[in-house]
């Protein structure tokens, strides 16, 4: 059964839902929700109570937010992207965890200051706001280059900890930030977005 994402291809939650499908080989399509549609009482009851994307449907089965659904389809498709070791398990936590927390609020507020907000008629970019979350960008990098020395990805194995990254990372870089004196990102950022699935998943939509 083809799956189904409800969500919108310039959005960083639905690309990480399309990066794990793209890097799992899987075939799905995406219907877009209209803006006010997404607020109506019928989507909030049955397809997401906080208005939100993306929405997985599959096969009568339904669920969102995006880091459940990639974990959801790793260990449904590709187990070795979601180690059984529990340690291991625990290190991939802690980085999914990493990313959720200290990664994601500063970097998409970024994406949507400087891409999103003009791109959906919210207002221009304000140079001001998007100069503060830009320090905010390098303060959490400055972390990352520290976690990712001596390794080529974030819990040493290629993982859906480093996919959960992709969106937000690569629209930051493709819209002008500069990584910097960072050569433990820069060569985790090269892995990473080599990948011919990530290729696939941002084909035409980042910029
Ligand atoms: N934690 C949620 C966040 C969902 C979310 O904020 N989605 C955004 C797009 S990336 C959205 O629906 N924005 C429209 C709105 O807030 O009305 C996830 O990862 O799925």
Known sequence: MLIKITGHPKSTCTQRVIAILNELGLEFEIEQPEW??????????????????????????QIFESRAIVRYLAAKHKPSLVPADLQKLGVLEQFLSIEYSYFDPPFSAWVFE?????????????????????????????????????????TGEYSIADIAHLPCLSYVINNGYDLGDRPNVKR?????????AWKKSIASVQK
């Open 114 to 154: 400087k891409i999103i907000k003009p791109i959906f008629g919210h207002g221009q970019t304000d140079p001001v706001k998007l100069e503060e979350l830009t320090k905010k960008v390098d303060s959490v990098l400055d972390v990352y280059e520290k976690l990712l020395v001596g390794k080529d990805y974030l």
């Open 188 to 196: 985790w950022w090269t892995n990473i977005s080599e990948k011919p």
């Open 36 to 61: 006010a549609t997404q607020k109506s009482p019928e989507y909030l009851r049955d397809k997401h109570p906080f208005g939100k994307i993306p929405v997985l449907h599959e096969d009568g089965y």
